[in-house]
């Protein structure tokens, strides 16, 4: 199973922060494949793929196509260990300016990478959860 992992805690000030910038209860995401989520975080300094624990309070959970899985894996497979970008995030999706770096990511940047959705620095974790919950998409 695949599914987007939207974080919806109050966390700490850069949590709310984009949350308030976003103005959705969203402030960070994952994508999520047999018990293993892959995104970017600036806790973990960037791209990376471990085990997390999604307590329903703290998270809402999406299903994702099965198909999905592959595109997600690649994308890690040639992205893995890139640093978190700090810079594109405050300043690309806080002003939403074009900046952006292949060399780092930010969650959602990566998820909508992973997903192939184009120009996927313009995705905050809000806009991802609105983009897959289309009803067009199909499941």
């Excluded at 109050?10 to 308030?20: E, P, T």
């Excluded at 959970?61 to 198909?67: F, G, I, R, S, Y």
Aim: aromatic content about 12%; charged content about 20%.
């Amino acid at each position: 199973m695949v599914t987007l992992a939207l974080y919806k805690a109050k966390g700490d000030v850069f949590n709310r922060l984009i949350s308030w910038r976003t103005a959705s209860p969203y402030s960070h995401c994952e994508i999520v494949i047999d018990g293993t989520a892959f995104s970017a975080s600036l806790r973990d300094k960037g791209v990376r793929g471990k085990a997390i624990v999604f307590d329903a309070d703290k998270w809402d959970l999406l299903p994702l196509p099965a198909q999905c899985e592959a595109s997600v894996r690649k994308a890690y497979i040639t992205t893995a260990g890139h640093r978190y970008d700090l810079l594109g995030c405050v300043l690309g999706r806080g002003l939403d300016a074009p900046i952006e770096d292949k060399t780092k990511w930010f969650c959602s940047e990566w998820c909508a990478f992973a997903l192939g959705f184009p120009e996927p620095w313009r995705y905050s974790p809000a806009m991802l959860a609105s983009a897959v919950s289309a009803p067009w998409l199909s499941r």
